[in-house]
């Protein structure tokens, strides 16, 4: 997952301005309760850290064991604070799970975009093969997200089709706890395209029928408990 699909950034006066002000203010109240937030896999997760210590622009937290793992994974963390005027970017510098110590550098104040996100967006491993009934024929591709209203299709070259063109799209979800495959055929509509590398991703809203909005959901809520297991069994 690209981290940067993950916010908007909220410059107030620069960005030099702003990341002194952060660090200002939590350096004016070492005794903060922080909430840490990160997404693993899709998966939301967030728990309290403590400042440890703020030197030079850097700040030493104390944090979860679930969450340094989530941090080691992504490279960065989101800190949410009343103290502060946005939540805040932050670049990891240096973590250490079993410690539960974290180190963050290069503060920003963004806006987290996923939390506006009406359901969890859960990425697939391993990628299910996909075909795209578009006008411009059958595509094929790997499915790399899903959520309950939409998919996120990679492709490993560009396929010229129009934001709002309307397909069918094919696929098989695995659910390992019954040992089952069930195959989805649902009706799509492409509402973007992320193309500024490769492979592109090519995002769509679906409209599942009763039946299988309920299979959707059940196998995302598998894929959440899931990922849940492979953090706790990291975090040690």
Request: net charge neutral; aromatic share 10%.
């Amino acid at each position: 997952m690209n981290i940067t699909d993950l916010y908007s950034t909220r410059i107030r006066k620069t960005f030099d301005e702003d990341l002194a002000e952060i660090v200002s203010i939590l350096k004016a109240n070492p005794k903060a309760v922080l909430k840490l937030i990160n997404y693993y896999k899709g998966l939301p997760l967030s728990y309290p850290a403590t400042i440890t210590s703020i030197e030079k622009g850097t700040i030493d937290l104390n944090v979860k064991a679930e969450q340094a793992f989530a941090i080691e994974q992504s490279r960065s963390t989101f800190i949410r604070s009343p103290l502060l005027k946005h939540d805040v970017f932050a670049q990891v510098q240096y973590v250490n799970v079993k410690k539960q110590a974290a180190s963050f550098v290069k503060f920003s104040y963004v806006e987290i975009m996923a939390e506006r996100r009406n359901f969890i967006r859960m990425m697939l491993e391993p990628s299910p093969y996909t075909v795209i009934e578009s006008p411009l024929g059958n595509i094929s591709g790997q499915l790399f997200d899903i959520s309950l209203s939409g998919l996120n299709i990679v492709i490993d070259r560009y396929v010229p089709m129009a934001t709002g063109t309307e397909t069918t799209i094919r696929f098989t979800l695995k659910q390992p706890e019954q040992n089952l495959d069930f195959n989805v055929n649902v009706s799509a509509k492409l509402i973007d395209i992320k193309d500024d590398s490769l492979p592109y991703h090519y995002k769509f809203t679906i409209y599942p029928d009763k039946l299988l909005e309920r299979a959707i959901s059940h196998y995302i809520f598998q894929r959440q408990i899931e990922v849940i297991r492979e953090i706790k069994d990291a975090a040690g």
